[in-house]
């Protein structure tokens, strides 16, 4: 069951690279709508999809999905939110129809969140797995007395190899000549009187023999969480070395991200380092350490974001520098509100042959002949009454020309990224 916890991590990370870069105006929205229901200081989490695969064929290696994924931010406001899509595991077929669907209540007694991943018709590895419906489905819940977590899954019409089956939680089956599934995998619950978690995953397949050795699918994957804080405020971080989208390679498309870190909605610390990365169209660089931290108080709360890196050389050595680092900071207090700040350091570095200041200016604007330009030191973030976030990327490059070699038009790079936020709800 640790491949699966690592497998929903990464999903996780991955999902936050597309969070890091929306407004927060519409993270303030929130807070103040779940304000106006109930101030009953808990943080719901869940996350939800249909199938999600990692394909090996002979020497390649090519991720599908996930397909309708959904997630709960750190202040999304309560009511019901869905998601559809047809079920699609590439090179290894597979047939279905899935809905994701989360609800999160709030009273003034008490928070709880519902996540289920619906799936009807589903045909996997030419008819081997069959069900006519699966309802992979979790509740949390918190209350002043405690939080608990339950798994509701129920299967109708599963079969396997012909043979109807009703799992209960962990029914590991041998695929003969194939590997082996876990069927109603569960993870948890987790419970204690101030959090609560589960996973589940209806079907998890691990293929390890034959030409598609080392693949694994996750059917109807739901997890769901609930943490109880003492404020009603929220506080995260999240940072990473580098990340590129946009890549012209033949089977992925984008790059890292390279030593990620991240806490989630209630604080915690955390730390990733690496020997660095060594792509031949982006660049390399040397040690990269990246490290999150976040604390909720009886006052307020406070969370820093940081990363730096070594040795760094980009693009053919058209940026480069000894060392950068990048750190992002918020604050948010009771009595006084948000505030945030944000830094970069640089030593020895250069863009394009000119030098760079050790503390470049924010927002700097370099042009890279042939290829696009380069934000230096680029911060963009909020404060207000109901809290702040921060958000720093050291360097934000943009391929806007065509025909640069192992890039699409349009790709991106970013290398040094740091964010934290602190906001009340």
Same mark, same amino acid.
């Given at each position: 069951?640790?491949? =699966? ?33 109930? &101030? ?14 990692? =394909? ?6 090519? =991720? ?127 419970? @204690?009187?101030? !959090?609560?978690?589960? /996973? ?14 080392? &693949? ?25 070395? %580098? ?6 390679? #033949? ?21 990733? /380092?690496?020997? @660095? ?9 040397? /040690? ?5 931290? @976040?604390? =909720? ?30 750190? !992002? ?13 944000? &830094? ?24 890279? #002949? ?10 963009? @973030? ?5 809290? %702040? ?28 990224? %740091? ?7």
């Amino acid at each position: 069951m640790k491949r =699966i916890r690592v497998l929903s991590v990464t999903l996780v990370v991955l999902l936050s690279l597309s969070i890091a870069t929306v407004s927060t105006a519409s993270a303030a929205s929130a807070s103040r709508d779940i304000l106006a229901a109930s &101030s009953f200081p808990s943080v719901p989490t869940g996350y939800a999809y249909g199938d999600y695969a990692s =394909i090996v064929t002979l020497l390649n290696k090519s =991720i599908v999905g996930p397909t309708a994924p959904l997630a709960l931010g750190c202040t999304t406001p309560t009511g019901t939110i869905t998601n559809s899509s047809n079920i699609s595991l590439g090179s290894l077929g597979g047939s279905g129809r899935v809905q994701t669907t989360i609800t999160n209540s709030r009273t003034a007694t008490s928070a709880s969140v519902q996540v289920s991943s619906d799936i009807q018709n589903l045909t996997l590895l030419g008819g081997l797995i069959k069900a006519d419906k699966i309802h992979t489905s979790v509740s949390s819940t918190a209350t002043a007395a405690g939080a608990t977590s339950v798994n509701n899954s129920t299967f109708t019409g599963l079969s396997l190899a012909g043979l109807p089956l009703n799992p209960g939680p962990n029914t590991r089956r041998d695929l003969l000549g194939l590997g082996y599934v876990i069927l109603n995998e569960q993870i948890g619950p987790k419970n @204690g009187l101030n !959090a609560t978690s589960i /996973s589940v995953n209806a079907i998890d397949l691990h293929i390890t023999l034959g030409s598609n050795a080392g &693949s694994q699918v996750v059917i109807g994957h739901v997890n769901s969480g609930e943490n109880r804080t003492v404020l009603p405020v929220v506080a995260t971080a999240y940072a990473y070395g %580098a990340y590129a989208s946009g890549l012209a390679g #033949p089977v992925s498309t984008t790059f890292g991200p390279v030593s990620p870190s991240k806490i989630g909605c209630t604080g915690g610390s955390n730390q990733n /380092s690496t020997n @660095g990365f060594t792509s031949p169209v982006i660049g390399s660089s040397g /040690s990269i350490t990246s490290s999150t931290f @976040g604390q =909720i108080t009886s006052t307020g709360a406070t969370a820093t974001g940081q990363t730096t890196i070594s040795s760094l050389g980009l693009l053919s050595l058209l940026i480069t520098a000894d060392n950068v680092t990048v750190v !992002a900071h918020v604050d948010w207090k009771s009595t006084s509100g948000g505030s945030r700040s944000a &830094s970069m350091t640089v030593t020895n570095g250069k863009v394009a042959g000119s030098p760079l200041p050790g503390s470049p200016l924010p927002n700097q604007r370099r042009d890279l #002949p042939g290829i696009g330009y380069v934000i230096v030191n680029e911060q963009y @973030g909020s404060n207000n009454a109901s809290g %702040a976030t921060e958000n720093i990327i050291a360097f934000d490059i943009h391929i806007t020309q065509s025909n640069v070699p192992g890039f699409s038009q349009g790709a991106r790079i970013i290398v040094g990224f %740091a964010s934290a936020s602190a906001i009340s709800y």
